[in-house]
C-alpha cells in the first residue's frame, strides 16, 4: 500500500493554521491588553483565558489533521462554533463573528484538492 500524500496546498493551509494559532494563542496569553484595547468592550479575564485555550486546542487539531484524523476537522468545527458564540457575547460585529467559519469552510474545500485522484478527506482516517 502506497503511503498517504496530500496536495501542496493542503499541507501550506495546514502549516498556516498552526503558525496561526500558535501566534493567537500567544498573543492573548502575553499582549490580551492590547488586544482588549482595539475593541469596542474590554475582554474579561477568563474569556481571554478562554479563548487562548480554544487557540491552543486549535493547534493541537491542526496536528492531528497532520497526522490524517479526520476527527480532528469535527473539532475544529466544535471550537469554530464555540468562538462564535464568544465573539457574539463579546459584542462583536457579525462579521467578526463568523471569520472563524469562513476558516473552516476554507479548510474544508482545501481538503477537498486532489493528489494522484484522492482527496486529502478521502485519506483522513
Not at 5 to 29: D, F, P
Request: contains cysteine; proline residues 4%; charged residues 10%.
Amino acid at each position: 500500500m502506497e503511503p498517504k500524500q496530500r496536495h501542496g496546498c493542503v499541507t501550506a493551509w495546514l502549516v498556516l493554521m498552526i503558525i496561526a494559532n500558535s501566534l493567537t494563542a500567544v498573543s492573548y496569553l502575553f499582549i490580551s491588553d492590547t488586544i482588549s484595547q482595539n475593541l469596542p468592550e474590554p475582554i474579561p479575564q477568563p474569556m481571554i483565558i478562554t479563548l487562548a485555550i480554544l487557540s491552543i486546542v486549535n493547534l493541537v487539531l491542526a496536528i492531528m489533521l497532520f497526522q490524517w484524523k479526520k476527527w480532528a476537522f469535527w473539532a475544529f468545527a466544535g471550537t469554530s462554533l464555540i468562538a462564535l458564540v464568544i465573539n457574539f457575547s463579546l459584542g462583536l460585529g457579525i462579521g467578526t463573528s463568523l471569520f472563524g467559519l469562513v476558516g473552516l469552510a476554507i479548510l474544508y474545500g482545501i481538503l477537498q484538492i486532489k493528489k494522484d485522484g484522492v482527496t486529502a478527506w478521502q485519506n483522513l482516517e
